[in-house]
């Protein structure tokens, strides 16, 4: 089992940037597909961005695509979603979550692992 805690969130003016992170718990993190959702007031949790166990592979949905890079540190067990250009409608709070099946992709029910969140808001 593996324990995810996420960190980096805040306010942000439009145009801005911030770097989330999460950390997880255990020796095994290299072997986790991990990814990011977010889920904003009244809306359902969406998907994010995907990498692979080596982080050789990533992928993004399309509204976040040459804003966000997802990346990971399997030395620190950690992975960051680094967010540039942010829009008000990126607003939302924003979940780790990781799962051993390397072919998790963007559902959520895809991955066993949640953390408990990060709260990013961006102003206009």
């Known amino acids: 089992q593996v324990q995810l805690v996420e960190s980096g969130g805040g306010l942000v003016q439009a145009g801005g940037s911030l770097r989330l992170s999460c950390t997880a718990s255990?020796?095994?993190?290299?072997?986790?597909?991990m990814a990011w959702f977010r889920q904003a007031p009244g809306k359902e949790r969406e998907f994010v961005a995907r990498i692979s166990w080596t982080g050789g592979s990533t992928y993004y949905v399309d509204s976040v695509k040459g804003r966000f890079t997802i990346s990971r540190d399997n030395a620190k067990n950690t992975v960051y979603l680094q967010m540039n250009s942010l829009k008000p409608e990126d607003t939302a709070n924003y979940y780790c979550?990781?799962?051993?099946?390397?072919?998790?992709?963007?559902?959520?029910?895809?991955?066993?692992?949640w953390g408990q969140g990060t709260q990013v808001t961006v102003s206009s």
């Open positions: 979550a990781a799962d051993r099946n390397q072919f998790a992709t963007t559902r959520e029910y895809d991955y066993a692992y």
């Open positions: 255990g020796r095994t993190f290299s072997t986790y597909v």
